[in-house]
């Protein structure tokens, strides 16, 4: 399993960035305007490698040459040749070796005949692609867009998010949710030239196949065989309000006992009702306890408190169904009370992604230090993976879980066309 997926700690690391669509995006995200979408795109354009803002990346051909079209002029790489394409001041480059072939602001190709390396600052990663994949100089890095059918990008993350062994209903139902999600946040990067980016502040999305290297440990994954017939056998279907729109779903990895709704998770967005859920109590995250100093914590959240202060950090309001609403900190005279949504971005950001894992925890003063023990792993909105797979393991019916989670909403099949 572990092969082909993220690591237990890349997902971690990657479910805290969660707080990117917080709460500078929300409105635009969760909004009204883009619940009026009732037809199904057929191509989607995936910003990716967004993270990672490269100023270079390579370029490998399969066995095949690839043809690199530039403004005005083709460049071909020959079979297993690699090329780097970098970013000058006045566009893109691309060199093989030491020798400058060719000079553009904009490179198209078949994404399916390239593999494409970028190299952060402690991690190299290799991903393949379907589709075209165009390479733009924006003003200090280069954009990466993947252009690609929808089921080809919803059978791409149903493969990298549930396990080879997954129950074909589990994964019916994730794909059905992933279609509708995607269908709903079209757009949501219109002004940068792209539909969805590939960071979990809209999709996380990693092609069809994808190598991590980090920390001298390598990780990987290829679309499934599975993901792929799931996403041709439910294609067109999503879910769907009372008014046949596109029904705004999210998925997470487990909700602990319960789901909840946007507008309680995200602190903005749309009121719909979450549910109890019993199928998830296996999930390893189904409880979960943290224990951190008190100082550390504090100083996570107010960069100038002093050893000497007194220090409490208590949640301080709760919603009807228990998640946390907000905390009051106090130190010394001073007493803050701080958003959930922004008390786990900022302990994210200064202390990682792995000691607040969801909304649903209570704080416990232990000596020097405060104990977090909390329900669930993610956001709580929508499908619960980890119970969805429990259902389909009990032989529930992708229409079943579907039922479960998304009381409000109806699957049916969407008119196809942008
Ligand atoms: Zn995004
Ligand atoms: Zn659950």
């Known amino acids: 399993m572990a092969g082909r997926r993220l690591s237990r700690w890349g997902r971690v690391w990657l479910a805290g960035l969660w707080w990117l669509a917080l709460p500078f995006t929300v409105t635009e995200s969760h909004g009204c305007s883009l619940a009026a979408h009732a037809t199904l795109p057929v191509t989607l354009r995936m910003g990716v490698f967004t993270l990672f803002q490269p100023r270079f990346v390579w370029l490998r051909a399969h066995d095949r040459p690839a043809a690199l079209q530039l403004t005005g002029q083709t460049f071909r790489l020959s079979p297993q040749m690699t090329c780097r394409i970098e970013h000058t001041a006045s566009g893109l480059v691309i060199w093989q070796g030491n020798q400058l072939m060719a000079a553009s602001d904009r490179l198209t190709v078949a994404a399916a005949d390239v593999t494409l390396e970028v190299v952060g600052r402690k991690t190299r990663v290799q991903r393949q692609f379907q589709g075209t994949l165009a390479i733009t ?26 396990p080879p062994d997954a129950p074909l209903e589990a994964s019916k139902a994730l794909a059905i949710v992933v279609r509708s999600y995607v269908a709903h946040q079209v757009g949501r990067h219109a002004g940068e ?3 969805l980016c590939d960071s979990t502040h809209c999709q996380l999305f990693l092609g069809d196949q994808w190598i991590r290297q980090e920390a001298g440990g390598k990780t990987g994954g290829k679309l499934s065989v599975v993901a792929q017939k799931v996403a041709a056998d439910t294609a067109g279907e999503v879910l769907q309000n009372v008014d046949a729109t596109i029904y705004s779903a999210y998925f997470a990895a487990c909700c602990g006992g319960r789901t909840t709704s946007p507008d309680v998770a995200f602190g903005a967005g749309l009121d719909q009702s979450g549910v109890a859920c019993r199928w ?10 943290r224990q951190v100093d008190r100082r550390r914590l504090a100083r996570a959240l107010l960069a100038e408190t002093s050893v000497t202060d007194d220090i409490r ?13 907000s ?12 958003p959930n949504h922004r008390f786990r971005h900022l302990v994210g950001q200064q202390l990682g992604w792995n000691l607040v894992l969801s909304s649903r925890y209570v704080i416990e003063p232990r000596g020097d230090a405060l104990v977090l023990r909390g329900h669930g792993f993610g956001h709580h909105v929508g499908l619960c993976l980890d ?19 998304f009381p409000q909403a109806t699957v049916g099949p969407c008119r196809v066309g942008r």
């Open 137 to 162: 100089a924006l003003e200090k890095c280069l954009q990466l867009v993947v252009t690609q059918p929808v089921d080809a990008v919803v059978a791409a993350v149903v493969s990298a998010e549930l």
């Open 327 to 338: 905390l009051a900190v106090t130190i010394g005279s001073r007493q803050i009370v701080v």
């Open 193 to 195: 030239g792209f539909d």
């Open 387 to 405: 119970g969805s797979l429990a259902q389909a393991r009990a032989g529930r019916t992708h229409q079943d879980i579907l039922r479960y989670y």
């Open 280 to 289: 998830c109590k296996a999930s390893r995250f189904f409880t979960w306890t």
């Open 313 to 325: 950090i208590e949640v301080a309001n709760r919603t009807a169904d228990g998640f946390v609403a």
